[in-house]
Antibody
């Protein structure tokens, strides 16, 4: 059973860079796109972007100028860097596997437990 | 971006009730609609993908329907463990977007 575990600092100062890593265990790393999704306190879910094992990426245009996703296949890990953060970037950041089935669609499953990142000085 | 609008935003119901939650897309998304359940302090959990396909392990009391712009999630007979927030998500085009959620509370 695939499991995802996110990790990283819980506190980031304004204007600095948020960095999170997600470790995938119990299943194949290749053949899927690996995603980041965030949820601001009391608000809805926002898709940040995804990356596959080759490093191919797709980002939410609203965040594209500040987001970089990377992958380390030797460790079955993928990472998120979000630069120039503000208080508006305070959120729980989830990593998730994007499953895509040709002719059917794509969805997120499973999700990691989530990492709360607070932007504050 | 495709806007996803859920109604109602909150709902009070009793164990055994039949409940329907609606999700409307701002443009046609064909059948690219997924539903998630989220409990407090937990990550969302996939319930239904591609409008009506039940994820493995999800009870049969959950069902989904719709196409184009209008979709519904139905719980046929509410159980105590179903009280949670439900959220729809379109996977038709990037950026993927989610509804704001429907909080299902015990009456």
């Amino acid at each position: 059973q695939v499991q995802l575990q996110g990790s990283g600092p819980g506190l980031v100062k304004p204007s600095e860079t948020l960095s999170l890593t997600c470790t995938v265990s119990g299943g194949s790393f290749s053949g899927y796109y690996w995603s980041w999704i965030r949820q601001s306190p009391g608000k809805g879910l926002e898709w940040v972007g995804y990356i596959d094992y080759t490093g191919s990426t797709n980002y939410n245009p609203s965040l594209k100028s500040r987001v970089t996703l990377s992958v380390d296949t030797s460790k079955n890990q993928f990472s998120l860097r979000l630069s120039s953060v503000t208080a508006a970037d305070t959120a729980v950041y989830y990593c998730a596997r994007r499953v895509a089935v040709s002719g059917t669609g794509n969805w997120f499953d499973p999700w990691g437990q989530g990492a709360l990142v607070t932007v504050s000085s | 971006d495709i806007q996803m609008t859920q109604s109602p935003s909150s709902l009070s119901a009793s164990v055994g009730d039949r409940v329907t939650i609606t999700c409307r897309a701002s443009q046609s998304i064909s059948s690219n609609l997924n539903w998630y359940q989220q409990k407090p302090g937990k990550a969302p959990k996939l319930l239904i993908y591609a409008v009506s396909s039940l994820q493995s392990g999800v009870p049969l009391r959950f069902s989904g329907s719709g196409s184009g712009t209008d979709f519904t999630l139905t719980i046929s007979s509410l159980q105590p463990e179903d009280f949670a927030t439900y959220c729809c998500q379109q996977s038709y085009s990037i950026p993927y977007t989610f509804g704001q959620g429907t909080k299902l509370e015990i009456k």
